[in-house]
């Protein structure tokens, strides 16, 4: 690598122009330092940040399958603790890694306690091996194997709340983040760094080649999500919601509109029921975390 370094997380990696796990990546190594061992389960960062001989990682990386991503970091936590030694262990997965692949050791290794942060970055779908459809994949988005069509809609099931099922586990600190805010997201490993026992972030990490949007768009999608009610951020310790971003909202349209992943409820004709199907999440949302800013008039 040559010219000006970017961190820890160094430039010159094989993501696509403004590829938001690329953002997330660089923003966790700054808020966690040099002092960290990242297991990184297979899938797009993992891809993009290590093509054979070459890595972006200036810390200690070892890939793992997609299956054992916490067993492996578990692991590591395990002997660095019988060793007497103090760094840190972030493991790192996509949503399939995550919310489907990798749920059983992530579990197993929540329900142990061990000491070290789990980050999910989630594209909402398995974006390296063409966009398939994942458990985090939103309602009625068209994926390879959710297309929308004659006959369907795109994806039929609702996003999975991982989030809330690791809070059940008993973690100390669970929290969702998005690059669109980077120091949030920043501050939010920081103190899932900072916390004893097994924590996990959740970050939102629109993706210009799956969702269909110009790369430049990456923090605007992020932006609207937000601003729409379909993501939160949150946190949660010792299993209460604690922090909430607040928005005045905009209705779930301008978020839908701006992603080829949802042109088929625009085109060839509004459809408008499962528009209000969406916006009925984003409204479910807003009651169940208490995000809107009520305007005086
Ligand atoms: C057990 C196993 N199943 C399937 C694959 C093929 N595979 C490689 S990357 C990938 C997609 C990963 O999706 P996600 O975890 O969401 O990460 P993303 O690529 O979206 O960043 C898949 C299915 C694999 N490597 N191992
Ligand atoms: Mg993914």
Same mark, same amino acid.
Request: hydrophobic letters at 35%; a positive charge; glycine letters at 10%.
């Given at each position: ?5 970017? !961190?820890? @997380? $160094?430039? /010159? *990696?094989?993501?696509?122009?403004? &590829?938001?796990?690329?953002? +997330? ?82 579990? !197993?290794? @929540? $329900?142990? /306690? *061990?000491?070290?942060?789990?980050? &999910?970055?989630?594209?909402? +779908? ?172």
């Amino acid at each position: 690598m040559t010219g000006e370094s970017c !961190g820890l @997380f $160094e430039y /010159g *990696h094989r993501a696509c122009g403004g &590829c938001a796990a690329a953002m +997330a990546a660089r923003t966790i190594l700054d808020a966690a330092g040099k002092d960290t061992i990242i297991v990184s389960a297979t899938g797009c960062m993992e891809v993009f940040s290590t093509p054979y001989p070459e890595t972006a990682w200036k810390v200690p990386w070892i890939h793992s399958l997609f299956e054992n991503n916490s067993a492996v970091a578990s692991g590591i936590v395990a002997s660095l603790k019988k060793q007497g030694r103090k760094e840190k262990v972030i493991a790192l997965g996509g949503d399939g890694a995550t919310f489907d692949i990798g749920i059983l050791c992530l579990s !197993g290794a @929540f $329900e142990r /306690g *061990h000491d070290f942060v789990y980050i &999910c970055y989630d594209n909402e +779908a398995y974006m390296n091996t063409g966009i398939q459809r994942s458990g985090a994949t939103p309602y009625d988005a068209s994926t390879t194997t959710s297309p929308a069509g004659k006959c369907s809609t795109g994806n039929r099931r609702p996003k999975k709340d991982l989030p809330m099922i690791l809070a059940a586990h008993g973690a100390p600190y669970v929290a969702t983040a998005s690059v669109a805010y980077l120091p949030d997201l920043k501050k939010k490993v920081e103190k899932a760094i900072a916390t004893e026992g097994p924590c996990y972030l959740q970050v939102h990490a629109p993706c210009c080649t799956g969702w269909g949007f110009e790369g430049e768009k990456t923090m605007t999608i992020g932006k609207l999500a937000i601003e729409t009610g379909l993501w939160v951020n949150y946190e949660m310790e010792d299993g209460k919601v604690t922090r909430v971003k607040k928005v005045v909202r905009k209705p779930v349209e301008v978020y839908l509109k701006e992603q080829r992943r949802f042109r088929h409820l625009f085109k060839p004709k509004l459809n408008e029921t499962e528009i209000a199907k969406i916006q009925a999440v984003a409204d479910r949302n807003a009651e169940r975390f208490g995000i809107d800013i009520k305007l005086k008039k």
